[in-house]
C-alpha cells in the first residue's frame, strides 16, 4: 500500500522527467545516433561512445518534458552537426591519443575544426606514420588553415603555414635559421618591388620588419599582430646593394 506521503510526492514530481530517461533512451537509441552522425564504423566501445555522445543526448532529452521521439533526437542532433564533428574529433584524440585507427584518423582530419589548434602537433605526428601522409597532411593543412591560426611565414620542415614570430613552428616545433626565414616569408621577393630610397634606408638598419606582406624599419613599423623581426644577413645585404645598383641610372 502506498502512503499518502509518497503520493504527495509523486504528485510533487509528476511534471519531471525521470532522472534515469536520459540513460535508458540512450541505450535504446544509440545505433541509430551513431548510424545517423555517421560515426559507427569508428570501432568505438560502448563506454566511449557514452563518454563523447552522452553529455549531450542527455542535455537533448532533458529540453523535453515527456520521452522524445528517436526521431525528434535525431533531427537535434543533425541541427548541431557541424559543431558536433568538430567535438567528436577533439574528444577521440582525447580519448585514443595517438592510438587513432585508420577511420578515426580520417574521421578526424575532414571534420576537426577549432579543436584543431590543440591537436595540431599530434595530428601531424601521427600523419607522418602513414603511407599516403601527404593525401593526409594536405587536407590537415586546409583545415589549419580554415579553423587554425595560419601563419604568413611558412614552414621549410612540415610545409604548413605556421610559423610563429618567434621563429618556431607550431606544427612541427621546428625552430628556422634566419636563412630559412628569409624564405618561409619570400623577404628577397618582397625587397625586390622596394622603391630603390627604401632599400638605401634598409641597408643602414640591422633588423627590418615584416607585417602583412611588407616590410618596414623600426621607426616606419606600424601596429599589427604577427610583426617578424628580420635579421639582415649578409647575403641579404648584398643582393639589396644590387638590387640599387641597378635601379642607379649608369
Ligand atoms: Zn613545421
Not at 535508458?24 to 545505433?31: G, S
Request: charged share 30%; net charge positive; with cysteine.
Amino acid at each position: 500500500m502506498v502512503s499518502s506521503a509518497r503520493k504527495d510526492s509523486s504528485k510533487k514530481r509528476k511534471a519531471k522527467q525521470n532522472p534515469l530517461l536520459a540513460e535508458k533512451l540512450f541505450d535504446e537509441y544509440l545505433e541509430e545516433i551513431t548510424n545517423h552522425l555517421g560515426i559507427s564504423q569508428l570501432d568505438l566501445t560502448k563506454d566511449e561512445m557514452k563518454e563523447i555522445l552522452f553529455p549531450i543526448f542527455k542535455e537533448i532529452v532533458e529540453s523535453y518534458q515527456t520521452k522524445p521521439a528517436l526521431s525528434s533526437i535525431l533531427n537535434k542532433f543533425a541541427s548541431r552537426y557541424d559543431q558536433l564533428s568538430d567535438y567528436i574529433s577533439s574528444k577521440l584524440l582525447e580519448i585514443r591519443g595517438s592510438k587513432l585507427n585508420r577511420n578515426q584518423l580520417e574521421y578526424v582530419i575532414y571534420n576537426i575544426k577549432k579543436g584543431v589548434n590543440k591537436y595540431i602537433s599530434d595530428l601531424y605526428r601521427i600523419c607522418l606514420k602513414e603511407s599516403d601522409r601527404e593525401e593526409l597532411l594536405n587536407r590537415l593543412r586546409i583545415a589549419w588553415n580554415s579553423f587554425g591560426q595560419m601563419l604568413p611565414a611558412i614552414c621549410p620542415k612540415c610545409k604548413f603555414n605556421s610559423v610563429a614570430p618567434n621563429y618556431t613552428c607550431l606544427v612541427c616545433n621546428h625552430i628556422l635559421s634566419d636563412k630559412e626565414m628569409e624564405i618561409a616569408l619570400s623577404i628577397r621577393e618582397i625587397v625586390g618591388i622596394q622603391s630603390k630610397e627604401a632599400l638605401t634606408k634598409m641597408l643602414k638598419n640591422e633588423t627590418i620588419y615584416y607585417l602583412n606582406n611588407s616590410l618596414f624599419t623600426f621607426d616606419e613599423l606600424p601596429k599589427g599582430n604577427n610583426v617578424y623581426e628580420i635579421r639582415i644577413s649578409k647575403e641579404l645585404k648584398d643582393y639589396i646593394r644590387k638590387l640599387i645598383s641597378l635601379n642607379s641610372p649608369s
